[in-house]
């Protein structure tokens, strides 16, 4: 398994960049500069290359459009060309399962045939959209579902934006020519705390959120979108910068000792270290605050000393604390807090003047809540013992 704490690389772990059989190149996921000179090279006049983006783009973003032929702003004979050199292919839907609170898990295949695992969860007029960001995860937190199965690559661009794409077709999200816009938004917040750990896969994610956030297109606002690490603080300030969204810590203990056993990437950037970079973020992407996440472990994590020693640690960071009941799974080495513990540990919280939400558990019974995610393929290969083994228990 990879270690935690091993230095990760782009070109390490995302599939090269090759054309699929048959030689198309797949337009989802390309920045506007990417899909410039894409079509550059495949013989569009640069002097005409900006309006085409322009329109092609809104043709797959704004309308959901995926054949050629559909676009009719465009002249027939550079139709034929697009079709001959380009595709517009999202992930294959495997299954879809629908919770009795109405949560939705998709299984989806991705090129090579590994799957993830994607869900949304719907509240009234409006929902969010938990997406993956690698196949497996290489930070094995002990807590984590996911962190059980083995990395196996980054997803690329592409992959990650065609998610969105493939949840706003189940849901019949794209707008209709000729219909009266409906401005609910279904999938109105996208959150990267799927599969894996969106910051061991910079690149790609900037520049599917790139693609997410583009006014002409899916048009989501940066509050909009909340991304979820686990601390590498290396590329923290990089995201600030570079992408601008709202950002979410999985904090979960208020020690070292603690962390290094739940999040092991502790061992590399400890708390001190962390909160140390956390402090400039909600200045450098201009966000109000940042979310700690902190799943609730019944004896781990959950004493009122811990709350104190948490109200402490972030004083001074604009912040809400994100209280997260343990969601359990196959051989789950931990047990959920009680509920009086956790509305004690949050009212300690309140009480300092941050807000504590304890996040209502959806999607349970279909193993789609958070820290549930696994590929199918991928779920219950391990022992409970192993699992406790590797968390040190």
């Not at 060309?81 to 949560?103: N, Y």
């Not at 995201?239 to 810590?249: D, H, Q, R």
């Amino acid at each position: 398994m990879t270690d935690a704490t091993a230095p990760i690389t782009q070109d390490m772990l995302t599939i090269p960049r090759k054309l699929p059989e048959g030689g198309k190149r797949n337009l989802v996921g390309l920045t506007r500069e990417q899909l410039r000179v894409a079509l550059i090279e495949a013989g569009t006049p640069e002097r005409q290359a900006k309006m085409r983006v322009g329109q092609i783009w809104q043709w797959i973003y704004h309308w959901g459009v995926r054949d050629f032929a559909a676009m009719t702003n465009l002249a027939k004979d550079y139709r034929a060309l697009l079709a001959e050199r380009f595709e517009i292919a999202v992930p294959e839907l495997v299954s879809r399962q629908v919770s009795a609170d109405g949560t939705r898990k998709y299984l989806v295949r991705i090129a090579g045939g590994h799957e993830v695992e994607v869900v949304y969860i719907p509240e009234e007029n409006r929902g969010t959209l938990c997406i993956s960001s690698q196949v497996g995860c290489t930070l094995t937190c002990s807590f984590c579902h996911t962190g059980t199965q083995k990395l196996v690559r980054n997803l690329t661009a592409g992959e990650i934006v065609g998610q969105v794409m493939l949840a706003r077709d189940d849901l019949g999200e794209w707008p209709e020519p000729g219909v009266p816009k409906d401005e609910t938004r279904l999938v109105s917040n996208v959150v990267l705390m799927g599969m894996g750990e969106p910051l061991y896969n910079f690149d790609n994610v900037r520049d599917a959120m790139k693609v997410v956030m583009d006014g002409e297109g899916i048009s989501l606002s940066r509050r909009r979108i909340t991304l979820s690490t686990s601390g590498i603080v290396p590329e923290i300030a990089k995201t600030a910068e570079e992408i601008g969204c709202l950002l979410a810590v999985s904090f979960h203990a208020t020690t070292d000792a603690v962390r290094d056993r739940l999040v092991p990437v502790n061992k590399k950037w400890n708390i001190e270290t962390l909160l140390g970079t956390l402090r400039d973020y909600p200045r450098l992407s201009n966000s109000e605050r940042i979310t700690f996440e902190y799943v609730m472990l019944k004896g781990v994590n959950d004493s009122d000393e811990d709350a104190r020693r948490l109200v402490k640690l972030i004083r001074g960071i604009p912040a809400k604390i994100n209280l997260i009941p343990f969601n359990e799974w196959p051989g789950a080495p931990y047990e959920r807090s009680d509920w009086a513990r956790i509305e004690a540990f949050a009212d300690i919280i309140y009480k300092a003047g941050y807000a504590s939400p304890i996040r209502t558990p959806r999607g349970e019974d279909i193993m789609a809540a958070c820290g549930q995610l696994k590929s199918a393929t991928e779920r219950a290969r391990k022992s409970r013992a192993e699992i406790q083994a590797e968390a040190g228990l």
